[in-house]
Nanobody, 123 residues
Framework: VQLQASGGGLVQAGGSLRLSCAAS????????LGWFRQAPGKEREFVAA????????YYADSVKDRFTISRDNAKNTVSLRMNSLKPEDTAVYYC?????????????????WGQGTLVTVSS
């Protein structure tokens, strides 16, 4: 199983980025997907998750109304659209897959993880 995240970069505060994660080696539609992030010196934290069909999503309070998670089961991809970015959003962002199809905010519920993509938001 491989999860390949991409789309990170440097952006000014107030700007937008779109992260993508391509999955292979798993039956994509049987997994819920999530995005997590880890800032320097901090623990990895939940950002957003989506269920197997894309009909249900869940967000951390810190990103609600700014970030949007979506998935394309035909292309085995999950995306995270990030708007109104803030310096505190700076982190390495990881995509992850959780077998069973229903979203979770718990790191331990995720079976597979991507390698991470760095997002840096300048003030």
């Amino acid at each position: 199983v491989q999860l390949q995240a991409s789309g990170g970069g440097l952006v000014q505060a107030g700007g937008s980025l779109r992260l993508s994660c391509a999955a292979s080696g798993l039956t994509f539609s049987t997994y819920a997907l999530g995005w997590f992030r880890q800032a320097p010196g901090k623990e990895r934290e939940f950002v957003a998750a989506i269920n197997w069909s894309g009909s249900s999503t869940y967000y951390a309070d810190s990103v609600k109304d700014r970030f949007t998670i979506s998935r394309d089961n035909a292309k085995n991809t999950v995306s995270l659209r990030m708007n109104s970015l803030k310096p505190e959003d700076t982190a390495v962002y990881y995509c992850a897959a959780s077998y069973g199809g229903w979203w979770s905010a718990r790191l331990d519920d995720y079976n597979y993880w991507g390698q991470g993509t760095l997002v840096t938001v300048s003030s």
